[in-house]
């Protein structure tokens, strides 16, 4: 038997490599990409506002459009076909896939994102392509649904918000429609069908959703299958116990209203006078902008003018600068993990949006916003600690990692250090993407890690690491800055910089340095209120928790690098160019391989570590050293 299986399955390789080659040449005549489509190359990261993970659900196949990175797109034609020739090591395991989906049938759910209604593989591409030739309807799926922010001049956004509006609390998952108010009428529709625990679950809701989705595949009805579903509610109300050829049927006799549904909407013209007058646009009657904010910064204890908690400030002052009578900010000062609570409830009830910038706040943040659902609060932070607080972070790796490249151009003893406190639970993305920036340029170079006599908080402490790191052979030291130092060039906002060091551990030069700009990023933060696209990260609930709320980087203008004088113009033309293609996510600073100190594969060969792993990081690559 398993012989016969076997045979069947290098039938069907070769079938459907045909399949395959045919798409591709096809497409290829057209003057159309051959190749799968890849989500990095027709998506910027940096536009997107949050990554939600989704319940784990049976999807359609139909709408499994592409694959996640441009690397894995070169195997498969547009259609999910394979082009690789029947003796390949990828012919092996699509056959090998063949056998057991025959035999026994797969079983694991793939991994995809879900962007824009359509849904692209990161893991299990082979598995599609073999579905998809044995005409699978669907398939379970591991979801993580990436939003972008709004953007007003593009109505597919505006209507993907809509979408997300209904998504909430609707009954149909990731369905889609034509035009926003459609989700509003599912929406008041939904209210008068009453259901039992069990019918309106979410698995047996999806299995009559993959209901309309197989009768449209066979009727070959190109219309958004909510739309069909809208129709056929209003009609029939919802299926119970309905198989599937009678709502093919009910579909049929539905026709004549979904083509005239399909068509462009169009708004009648009532001639009532001659004048002339522009209409509002439809993201602006969807969303009734909001002029005005009150705005709550919440300041740890121990600001001072040039202070880490006085960047934040004077981020707050040139945001207020630019928004003008928009907002109106206000601040509250000396907050500590006792007070924090009471403080806010005290003085932030009326404000519109509550920006706490100490993650060391984030439980008295909590407590404040579960009793204040409707303020919104955000708590810089790398991370989400609860699903019911926001969080603004960046991708400040990407900075860190050109100064890991000016660095290794700047070391004579190819020898770098990065100094930083020893803490119990940390996360890593910072300190391995400036290692990765130092090799990229220096291969052979040894990278330290030092935390010895470190202690959080205390900028001074870092020249104890720096002493060390020299007794161990670096030259060149990425450290926090202490006033100690005493270098003239350095930048006032500058909190960290790479140095290079002279035998007793004393800065000789200053090279690097990363930097927030907070005044862009609160000016984006209090915009994005106003136009009402940071209301999603509020509705993120308990079943659907975020990587991070706001995650930018260079892309944004929210992160900066400065380099100094000293650093040689062939260094600072690549990490110009490095800057430019991260910023236009044509180039990731996680690129595998990559081993952690354990020897397991981190980052897997000629692929690009997901957001998710990036902001959950807590293992050290494998040529990082540990210094004693």
């Not at 429609?177 to 009428?185: A, K, L």
């Not at 006078?273 to 709550?296: D, H, I, N």
């Not at 949006?353 to 706040?361: A, D, E, I, K």
């Not at 020893?422 to 993305?429: A, D, E, F």
Request: hydrophobic share 40%.
């Amino acid at each position: 038997m398993q012989r016969s299986y076997e045979r069947e399955a290098k039938i069907a390789y070769e079938r459907a490599l045909r399949l395959g080659k045919r798409e591709y040449s096809s497409r290829v005549a057209q003057g159309k990409k051959g190749n799968l489509i890849a989500l990095d190359e027709i998506v910027e990261q940096n536009k997107m506002l949050a990554y939600v993970q989704q319940p784990t659900m049976e999807i359609p196949l139909s709408s499994i459009v592409g694959t996640y990175t441009s690397g894995r797109s070169h195997s498969f034609s547009a259609n999910f076909m394979p082009l690789h020739n029947e003796v390949s090591e990828f012919a092996s395991k699509w056959t090998a896939l063949c056998v057991a989906h025959v035999s026994e049938g797969l079983r694991d759910p793939i991994e995809v994102y879900e962007y824009m209604w359509q849904y692209y593989v990161v893991e299990g591409n082979k598995r599609v392509s073999v579905l998809k030739y044995y005409g699978a309807a669907t398939f379970r799926a591991q979801i993580t649904r990436m939003i972008p922010q709004l953007n007003e001049d593009d109505p597919n956004t505006a209507l993907y918000y809509a979408f997300l509006r209904y998504d909430k609390n609707g009954l149909f998952k990731g369905i889609r429609m034509s035009r926003p108010e459609n989700y509003e009428v599912l929406s008041e529709l939904e209210k008068n069908i009453e259901l039992s625990e069990e019918e309106s679950s979410i698995s047996n809701i999806n299995k009559i959703y993959m209901q309309f989705v197989t009768a449209l595949e066979q009727l070959q009805i190109d219309i958004p299958v909510g739309d069909v579903i809208l129709q056929y509610l209003q009609l029939y109300g919802m299926p119970r116990g309905t198989v599937l050829s009678e709502i093919v049927e009910h579909i049929q006799d539905m026709i004549p209203q979904l083509k005239l549904i399909s068509k462009p909407q169009v708004e009648p013209t009532l001639v009532l006078e001659q004048k002339q007058g522009t209409q509002p646009s439809l993201v602006q009657r969807l969303f009734s902008t909001r002029r005005t904010a009150k705005v709550m910064f919440a300041y740890s204890e121990g600001r001072t003018e040039t202070n880490w908690i006085g960047a934040h400030e004077k981020g707050r002052q040139k945001m207020q600068e630019e928004l003008q009578d928009s907002v109106k900010t206000f601040t509250l000062d000396g907050l500590n993990e006792e007070n924090c609570y009471e403080e806010l409830s005290k003085h932030a009830k009326d404000c519109d949006l509550v920006l706490v910038t100490s993650t060391r706040l984030m439980k008295a943040a909590l407590r404040f916003q579960l009793e204040n659902p409707n303020i919104m609060t955000l708590v810089y932070s790398r991370v989400r600690e609860d699903a019911s607080l926001s969080t603004y972070y960046g991708r400040y790796y990407e900075a860190v990692f050109l100064c890991g490249v000016a660095a290794g151009y700047a070391s004579k003893n190819r020898c770098v250090a990065y100094i930083t406190p020893k803490l119990s639970k940390r996360h890593t993305s910072d300190i391995n993407a400036f290692a990765l920036g130092v090799k990229t340029v220096s291969p052979f170079a040894r990278v330290l890690l030092v935390s010895k006599d470190v202690v959080p908080y205390e900028t001074e402490s870092s020249i104890n690491g720096i002493k060390h790191a020299v007794e161990c052979g670096a030259d060149v030291v990425m450290s926090p800055v202490a006033s100690s130092m005493h270098l003239s060039d350095v930048p006032e906002d500058a909190f960290s910089a790479v140095f290079a060091v002279d035998e007793y551990g004393q800065p000789l030069r200053y090279i690097a340095s990363p930097a927030w700009d907070w005044g862009r990023y609160y000016t984006e933060i209090v915009r994005s209120y106003l136009n009402q696209s940071l209301d999603f990260l509020k509705d993120i609930n308990a079943q659907e928790v975020g990587v991070a709320g706001l995650w930018w980087g260079f892309g944004t203008g929210v992160l900066k690098l400065r380099l100094s004088q000293f650093l040689h113009p062939a260094a600072e033309s690549l990490i110009h160019y490095l800057r430019s293609s991260i910023a236009l996510t044509r180039f990731n600073p996680f690129h595998g391989p990559v081993r952690d100190n354990e020897g397991k594969l981190q980052i897997a060969a000629h692929s690009d570590l997901k957001p998710y792993d990036i902001l959950s990081m807590e293992w050290i690559a494998d040529f990082i050293e540990l210094a004693k």
